[in-house]
């Protein structure tokens, strides 16, 4: 804090925080918003949890430091131009003295500001100066004010001042403000968490399309894993057969499993394998040669299902085709779960 001149004169007085100050205050807020967007880009989304969650203290935050880089308060002859405490307007407003009925010292949490009471009984909490200045500065504010009046300051006449009537998109915004910074994060939060809900879970036997998996293996039946979610389709010998095909049909929130399908299919890429794309997208099928012959998983999402099949073929004459039945069973499951 600093002030520059004591005394009256012609010459404007300001109280507040020096350039250097402001500046420096300026680089850590900036230093700031760059660690949390290079967090928000960098880890993964579960891990946003404890950012978001954090977010309605924003506001305050940013109104600290938006507090510590506003410009002094300059007392001059013909009023004071100032920023108010928990303002958000980005320039200063003047008041001239003759629509001041007396300046005060008011303790905050534990600063100590200038108060300006308004003939209009309004009153203006001054962002600067504050703490162990404020005496100076309003002993010296009363003498500025008592001179510009004639020695008589206003009456508190309750006279609305036009310079201070309150547009109605600042009414909104402050009541949107706080709603958005709570509403926001919390649908979010319950987004990712799984909150939205889930779908019935299904027997993953149950859902086995009888017509696309018998063209696969005509002689083979479901095998249950003891899970319902699992199940096989295949002979009672795999081994002899050396074809089955694996399901796995898991109830997720609809965020997870499109969150789950995402991850896996840029795992898959990452991999150095090559997916072919589904019904528009959202789903995949990936083949490669094994030693039981061709190997072939697809994965999709369906309204919160999250659905894999897994063919392990010795039958198939090439990775294509047995991503082609892989993929024709996968359409089958999709539809029989839409």
């Not at 510590?68 to 001239?96: E, K, M, N, W, Y």
């Not at 200045?133 to 003498?143: E, L, W």
């Not at 991999?271 to 072919?276: D, F």
């Not at 490669?288 to 392990?312: C, E, N, P, S």
Request: positive net charge; contains cysteine; hydrophobic residues 45%.
């Amino acid at each position: 804090m600093h002030a520059s001149g004591v005394a009256a004169g012609p010459e404007p007085v300001e109280f507040g925080p020096g350039a250097a100050q402001r500046r420096s205050w300026g680089l850590a807020g900036l230093l700031l918003a760059g660690g949390v967007v290079a967090y928000a880009l960098l880890v993964p989304r579960v891990l946003l949890i404890p950012l978001v969650s954090l977010f309605p203290l924003a506001p305050i935050v940013v109104g600290g430091f938006a507090a510590r880089v506003r410009p002094p308060t300059v007392v001059a002859a013909d009023g004071i131009r100032c920023h108010a405490v928990f303002s958000v307007q980005l320039r200063r407003q003047f008041v001239p003295w003759a629509a001041i009925a007396w300046l005060g010292v008011q303790k905050r949490g534990r600063r100590t500001h200038v108060v300006l009471r308004l003939t209009d009984g309004g009153r203006i909490v001054l962002q600067h100066p504050n703490g162990r200045q404020v005496q100076d500065a309003v002993a010296f504010m009363q003498g500025q004010h008592l001179a510009a009046c004639g020695g008589t300051p206003p009456p508190i006449d309750r006279a609305p001042l036009p310079w201070r009537r309150l547009r109605p998109w600042v009414r909104v915004t402050a009541i949107a403000l706080p709603v958005v910074s709570l509403v926001g994060p919390v649908a979010w939060i319950v987004a990712e968490t799984g909150g939205g809900g889930s779908p019935d879970a299904v027997v993953a036997c149950d859902q086995i399309p009888r017509d696309a998996v018998a063209r696969v293996l005509p002689e083979g039946s479901p095998h249950s894993y003891g899970h319902p979610a699992a199940c096989r389709w295949s002979t009672d010998s795999t081994s002899e057969s050396g074809t089955w095909i694996d399901f796995h049909i898991g109830s997720w929130s609809r965020s997870y499993a499109e969150r789950s399908y995402e991850e896996t299919l840029k795992a898959t890429r990452d991999a150095g394998r090559r997916p072919t794309m589904l019904r528009d997208g959202d789903a995949y099928t990936v083949a490669w040669q094994d030693g039981w012959g061709f190997t072939a998983q697809g994965r999709t999402q369906v309204k919160g299902y999250l659905v894999i099949v897994a063919l392990h073929s010795a039958r198939a004459a090439s990775a294509d085709e047995a991503g082609r039945q892989a993929g024709d069973v996968l359409r089958a499951v999709t539809e029989k779960l839409a």
